[in-house]
């Protein structure tokens, strides 16, 4: 009702303004000599037809938009459209009178009210924006104020540091302006352009590049800092949030253009500081015609499908356009959960939840003879080094013997393409965890060699928010008040998003051809006490003062740094600059043994058999298994097994 309250009030104001443009135009036009017979005679053929001409100016606005436009956010291209509509309306009015009979109009009354109208509707909507802006407001307080209104008025206003003079800037700075609402006031603006300093945006002075953004904080009390440009690459971004970080301000930032595209900048669009802005990472750019030739139109398998990585991976796929996806996982609700997002999100999707093992062959035959995959993504796996070196038998079991139970399974429905997910844990392992996952990757290349199968592996370290990872740690431990735990000052972990290890995952997958170890480009490593004093800053508060950080030692089979690539791998690059793939190595002799004397069912009878020695037992096979497996305590001192 109120929308249409406003537009009468518009219409109204421009039939006024129409037919005010046209009378004055007359004026002008005979000098305003109102008792001259040419004067009489002209403003008479205007009475006879001013409805008319009432009607096709106000019929011009309409078709140019001039009643839907948001008035209160009038800018350029709003007066653009103005001074369209006000010509438009000329035109017509021109053609009406030449066209209606012998009545006409001197051409000097046209051009004058054309100017005129412009100016007076352009005027009135200007005027419309200020009275929103400070409708049940004081006008005169609110200006000598400035941004923030009564909130400044009373004390509690935010003062804010904008990073970046663009138009990004300069948008953010408008809309924090016009609403004082929100408490907010924008003090100065920096920019690293040489030519924006000591000049003014929007009315607030650029005092200075990033680097003097912890002065500049402490100059003008800055509370918050926004991060205004959406062009910026990653890396930028990582160093302005880094100068950041040196203060003790919030720091929000805008997105990036991809994801404010066709829409105006606004306070809504702003979002708080993410853990993954420090990363400094560039997009993954994916060759998506290599992609689809893989999985376009087949049917996929994952395994694990309902954890961090192979729920992504589900995501991601069905955006291919497979047959179907098959998700395979033996818990249930992870996957329930996963089943019900994909459903709304790809209807079309021949969708299927497999509840099974990759320990259990019987279970697995019968679930690649019911669905005859084309293709295998491997992400079924115990991951956590901790409680795999206390249960050093079950590592053994899921990781080796049910990598081995995929890979036969593969190779017998004759999969045409097998992708395993690998760790960088895998790489000279000094735990239970990386020993079969490497364990498994020299299955993968010897069976490789046997099959028509294409297997390939892929190694990565830690990603962000997965399940169990450091990240959801941390916030825990700062939601419970601290301390937040880190097992050593120098450790060091490489870190990927989710979203960017399974596009690479993908993407490897469409390179492979059989028998390669992927590894992708992890970046810079991070420190695990600098990612723990970040998330504590992301979160509002002050390390070792609001939470306490303590160093609990490191826990047995756990690094200080971790490798990609073994020395004797070496590493090619690809055709994507984020992939790199290494040199196959020859599988341990003791391996090939295994494999080669009685099948799938004499390295079964194996397992069993390690499942029933004792732990000792079980790291001194895997050993045997990886002789470069070198187990250490917590004191990185190596352990011996006599």
């Known amino acids: 009702m109120v929308k249409y309250i406003r537009i009468a009030i518009l219409v109204i104001t421009d039939i006024l303004i129409v037919n005010i443009s046209y009378i004055a135009a007359f004026l002008i036009r005979f000098d305003f000599d109102v008792h001259g017979a040419l004067f009489d005679t002209w403003i008479n053929v205007y009475a006879n037809n001013y409805i008319q001409i009432t009607v096709v100016n106000i019929g011009a606005f309409v078709l140019l938009g001039l009643y839907t436009s948001m008035w209160r956010y009038a800018g350029t291209e709003e007066l653009f459209k103005i001074v369209l509509a006000a010509a438009l309306a000329?035109?017509?009015?021109?053609?009406?009178?030449?066209?209606?009979?012998?009545?006409?109009?001197?051409?000097?009354?046209?051009i004058a009210s054309l100017v005129m109208i412009t100016a007076l509707?352009?005027?009135?909507?200007?005027?419309?924006?200020?009275?929103?802006?400070?409708?049940?407001k004081s006008p005169l307080k609110n200006f000598l104020l400035g941004a923030g209104g009564r909130a400044a008025a009373a004390g509690n206003v935010t003062k804010v540091m904008v990073v970046g003079a663009g138009d990004a800037g300069a948008a953010m700075i408008g809309e924090?302006?016009?609403?004082?609402?929100?408490?907010?006031?924008?003090?100065?603006?920096?920019?690293?352009?040489?030519?924006?300093?000591?000049?003014?945006?929007?009315?607030?002075?650029?005092?200075?590049?990033?680097?003097?953004?912890?002065?500049?904080?402490?100059?003008?009390?800055?509370k918050e800092i926004i991060i205004a440009i959406p062009s910026a690459?990653?890396?930028?971004?990582?160093e302005i949030v880094g100068e950041c970080n040196r203060?003790?301000?919030?720091?929000?930032?805008?997105?990036?253009?991809?994801?404010?595209?066709?829409?105006?900048?606004?306070?809504?669009?702003?979002?708080?500081?993410?853990?993954?802005?420090?990363?400094?990472?560039?997009?993954?750019?994916?060759?998506?015609?290599?992609?689809?030739?893989?999985?376009?139109?087949?049917i996929v398998m994952i395994t694990g499908g309902g954890g961090s990585i192979g729920s992504e991976l589900c995501r991601q796929i069905a955006i291919?356009?497979?047959?179907?996806?098959?998700?395979?996982?033996?818990?249930?609700?992870?996957?329930?959960?996963?089943?019900t997002e994909m459903k709304a999100k790809f209807p079309r999707l021949e969708f299927e939840v497999v509840i099974g093992s990759v320990r259990s062959r019987g279970r697995l035959e019968e679930v690649f003879q019911r669905y005859k995959p084309h293709v295998v993504f491997h992400a079924a796996a115990h991951k956590h080094v901790p409680l795999m070196e206390k249960h050093p038998r079950e590592a053994i079991t899921n990781n080796i013997l049910g990598t081995k139970n995929m890979l036969d399974l593969s190779d017998i429905y004759a999969v045409e393409k097998f992708v395993m997910i690998s760790t960088d844990k895998a790489v000279n392992p000094v735990n239970v965890m990386g020993a079969t996952k490497r364990a498994s990757e020299m299955i993968l290349q010897e069976i490789n060699g046997r099959s028509v199968t294409s297997y390939s592996a892929v190694r990565f370290g830690n990603v962000l928010g997965s399940n169990g990872s450091v990240l959801p740690i941390f916030r825990k431990q700062i939601e419970a008040g601290g301390p937040v735990t880190v097992t050593h000052t120098e450790i060091k972990r490489y870190f990927m998003t989710i979203p960017e290890a399974v596009q690479l995952v993908i993407q490897a997958g469409a390179m492979a051809e059989g028998g390669e170890i992927f590894v992708l480009d992890m970046g810079d490593p991070m420190k695990i006490m600098?990612?723990?004093?970040?998330?504590?800053?992301?979160?509002?508060?002050?390390?070792?003062?609001?939470?306490?950080?303590?160093?609990?030692?490191?826990?047995?089979?756990e690094k200080l740094y971790e490798e990609l690539l073994m020395a004797e791998e070496g590493v090619e690059k690809t055709a994507h600059d984020k992939i790199y793939v290494g040199r196959p190595v020859k599988a341990n002799p003791r391996l090939r043994e295994m494999l080669e004397t009685g099948?799938?069912?004499?390295?079964?009878?194996?397992i069993m058999e390690v499942i029933g020695m004792s732990d000792r037992e079980a790291r001194e096979w895997l050993k045997e298994l990886v002789p470069n497996y070198a187990p250490v305590d917590s004191n990185l001192a190596p352990l011996k097994f006599e």
């Open 121 to 136: 509707v352009s005027a009135s909507r200007l005027a419309y924006r200020f009275v929103r802006n400070f409708r049940n």
């Open 90 to 110: 000329s035109l017509m009015v021109l053609a009406y009178m030449s066209f209606t009979g012998p009545q006409y109009m001197p051409r000097g009354v046209y």
């Open 247 to 298: 203060t003790a301000c919030k720091i929000r930032i805008l997105p990036g253009l991809i994801d404010i595209i066709n829409d105006k900048v606004s306070i809504s669009k702003l979002r708080d500081l993410s853990i993954e802005d420090l990363l400094g990472r560039e997009a993954v750019k994916l060759d998506t015609r290599e992609i689809s030739g893989y999985l376009e139109g087949k």
């Open 599 to 606: 099948g799938s069912e004499n390295f079964e009878s194996k």
């Open 530 to 557: 600098d990612l723990a004093e970040n998330v504590i800053k992301l979160s509002g508060y002050t390390p070792n003062v609001d939470i306490d950080i303590a160093v609990t030692g490191l826990r047995p089979g």
């Open 320 to 339: 291919y356009r497979p047959r179907r996806i098959i998700a395979l996982d033996i818990y249930e609700n992870s996957v329930f959960e996963l089943s």
């Open 233 to 238: 690459s990653n890396k930028v971004i990582q």
């Open 176 to 222: 924090i302006r016009s609403h004082p609402e929100y408490g907010k006031k924008v003090v100065v603006a920096v920019d690293d352009d040489p030519s924006k300093l000591g000049r003014r945006i929007m009315g607030v002075k650029i005092a200075g590049g990033r680097r003097r953004i912890r002065a500049l904080a402490r100059k003008h009390s800055v």
